[in-house]
């Protein structure tokens, strides 16, 4: 699906019990692979700073259910420098678009540090919106989200079915390689965050497997949920 010249996918959010997880993640390794960035079968670890405006509308957008939103982040996984990848994820009701473009370390530190000029000369149309969000919008570090993913795919109709776990918040620091960072968990040990992502249809096979009907569906937002984690941890 196509709207405002941006590709659009589907994408399906649940809260499941350890024990549904460990059934599914049973099922679907059986028959799905596994996501090639995995370094184990309990997945790899994302860790995003997450960005928003003065007037907290990032926040207040998704706590809100406005209908479309925007969010930039800067991404990293396993800890590693090796993939920095800046992203806009946009939503349009049930539907999202995701776009993304490399960054150095160098252009990660100068982001931190606030100095945005040399963005402003990226021929990437996605850089020059966040260095636009950045000098013009007031765009500033909001949280850090950590978590660990454990993914499989199925490449017709491009579908993932994800489950995030350990979600935490970083409470001192926006520095995604800090060596001082102190996580707060997010959620109950027990609970994971399924999600169902695809393009046109999510075939049948795919549907009996993973019986989405047979879980209840949320707004969720690991965003949101480690902003209140933060915001929380800053009161006296």
Do not use: W
């Given at each position: 699906m196509q709207f405002l010249g941006r590709k659009l996918r589907h994408e399906l959010k649940y809260y499941i019990h350890s024990h549904d997880h460990a059934a599914l993640r049973q099922r679907l390794s059986a028959i799905l692979t596994l996501d090639g960035n995995s370094g184990s079968p309990d997945g790899y670890g994302i860790r995003s700073l997450y960005f928003d405006g003065p007037h907290n509308h990032a926040l207040y957008d998704k706590s809100h259910g406005i209908f479309s939103r925007e969010k930039y982040r800067i991404r990293i996984y396993n800890g590693s420098d090796r993939t920095i990848k800046l992203e806009r994820k946009s939503k349009y009701g049930d539907y999202v678009c995701k776009e993304a473009a490399r960054l150095s370390r160098d252009d990660y530190e100068r982001i931190l540090d606030g100095d945005v000029a040399g963005l402003q000369e990226s021929k990437v149309p996605l850089v020059q919106?966040?260095?636009?969000?950045?000098?013009?919008?007031?765009?500033?570090?909001?949280?850090?989200?950590?978590?660990?993913?454990?993914?499989?795919?199925?490449?017709?109709?491009?579908?993932?079915?994800?489950?995030?776990?350990?979600?935490?918040a970083a409470i001192n620091t926006y520095d995604l390689f800090s060596d001082h960072m102190i996580m707060k968990e997010a959620l109950e040990p027990a609970r994971t965050i399924m999600e169902i992502k695809y393009n046109a249809f999510l075939p049948d096979f795919i549907r009996a497997l993973v019986q989405p009907q047979a879980h209840q569906r949320s707004a969720i937002s690991k965003y949101l949920i480690c902003r209140e984690v933060g915001i929380r941890s800053e009161k006296p």
């Amino acid at each position: 699906m196509q709207f405002l010249g941006r590709k659009l996918r589907h994408e399906l959010k649940y809260y499941i019990h350890s024990h549904d997880h460990a059934a599914l993640r049973q099922r679907l390794s059986a028959i799905l692979t596994l996501d090639g960035n995995s370094g184990s079968p309990d997945g790899y670890g994302i860790r995003s700073l997450y960005f928003d405006g003065p007037h907290n509308h990032a926040l207040y957008d998704k706590s809100h259910g406005i209908f479309s939103r925007e969010k930039y982040r800067i991404r990293i996984y396993n800890g590693s420098d090796r993939t920095i990848k800046l992203e806009r994820k946009s939503k349009y009701g049930d539907y999202v678009c995701k776009e993304a473009a490399r960054l150095s370390r160098d252009d990660y530190e100068r982001i931190l540090d606030g100095d945005v000029a040399g963005l402003q000369e990226s021929k990437v149309p996605l850089v020059q919106d966040f260095y636009r969000a950045i000098a013009q919008r007031g765009f500033r570090p909001a949280v850090i989200v950590d978590y660990t993913r454990e993914a499989y795919v199925y490449d017709p109709g491009d579908v993932r079915i994800t489950f995030d776990k350990k979600l935490a918040a970083a409470i001192n620091t926006y520095d995604l390689f800090s060596d001082h960072m102190i996580m707060k968990e997010a959620l109950e040990p027990a609970r994971t965050i399924m999600e169902i992502k695809y393009n046109a249809f999510l075939p049948d096979f795919i549907r009996a497997l993973v019986q989405p009907q047979a879980h209840q569906r949320s707004a969720i937002s690991k965003y949101l949920i480690c902003r209140e984690v933060g915001i929380r941890s800053e009161k006296p």
